[in-house]
């Protein structure tokens, strides 16, 4: 089953790459041009899709201008139920979201089984990730074209990768507190 569940993933990445390509692009420009005003990216998500927050964050081969807004009160470990009631409530949402509409979340999962009445096998974490590391991508792309060294993180397990990234952090820390030691 887990092959139908790999070929269920990659229909809906193929889907991605053909109907939101220009999103995806759109996306990067902005992204581009608010890093190139040294500007910050501030990413969000709720229940499990803070993931995607976290996938963005301090991330080797990522943008250093990552600021994820982590409210612990919309994770999981803080009370799944809790988190899933809080993430519906408009009101909890005007509080911390200011003026974002909230839109309704469709179901997500892709395989079923003859001998059970329950869907199963989530998407949306694997495709999430692909969409915000492919938007990453293309945001880097779009910089280097334009003959500007974008400020990626190295990974810590090559040379080199501590003093770079300190001198990121260090232009950074100042507006992503959790960047602060």
Same mark, same amino acid.
């Given at each position: 089953?887990?092959?139908?569940? &790999?070929?269920?993933?990659?229909?809906? !990445?193929?889907?991605?790459?053909?109907?939101?390509?220009?999103?995806?692009?759109?996306?990067?420009?902005?992204?581009?041009?608010?890093?190139?005003?040294? *500007?910050?990216?501030? @990413?969000? /998500?709720? /229940?499990?899709?803070?993931?995607?927050? $976290?996938?963005? &964050?301090?991330?080797?081969?990522?943008?250093?201008?990552?600021?994820?807004?982590?409210?612990?009160?919309?994770?999981?470990?803080?009370?799944? @139920?809790?988190?899933?009631? !809080?993430?519906?409530?408009?009101?909890?949402?005007? =509080? =911390?979201?200011? +003026?974002?509409?909230?839109?309704?979340? =469709?179901?997500?999962?892709?395989?079923?089984?003859?001998?059970?009445?329950?869907?199963?096998?989530? /998407?949306?974490?694997?495709? /999430?990730?692909?969409?915000? +590391?492919?938007?990453?991508? $293309?945001?880097?792309?779009?910089?280097?074209?334009?003959?500007?060294?974008?400020?990626? !993180?190295?990974? *810590?397990?090559?040379? *080199?990768?501590?003093?770079?990234?300190?001198?990121? @952090?260090?232009?950074?820390? *100042?507006?992503?507190?959790?960047?602060?030691?």
């Amino acid at each position: 089953m887990f092959k139908q569940y &790999f070929h269920a993933l990659k229909d809906l !990445l193929d889907t991605v790459e053909k109907d939101e390509k220009d999103s995806i692009q759109k996306a990067a420009q902005m992204i581009s041009s608010c890093i190139q005003e040294d *500007g910050i990216v501030h @990413v969000f /998500g709720c /229940g499990h899709s803070h993931l995607l927050a $976290e996938e963005l &964050f301090y991330r080797a081969g990522g943008l250093a201008p990552i600021s994820p807004i982590l409210i612990e009160d919309l994770m999981l470990h803080k009370g799944a @139920v809790r988190s899933s009631q !809080l993430e519906k409530d408009d009101d909890f949402a005007e =509080v =911390v979201m200011a +003026n974002m509409t909230i839109q309704p979340k =469709v179901g997500d999962t892709l395989m079923e089984h003859p001998s059970l009445d329950v869907p199963f096998g989530s /998407g949306s974490t694997v495709i /999430g990730t692909a969409i915000v +590391n492919g938007i990453m991508v $293309e945001t880097i792309n779009i910089m280097v074209d334009k003959g500007i060294n974008p400020p990626v !993180l190295k990974s *810590g397990n090559v040379d *080199g990768a501590e003093e770079h990234n300190r001198r990121l @952090v260090t232009h950074y820390k *100042g507006r992503i507190p959790m960047l602060e030691d």
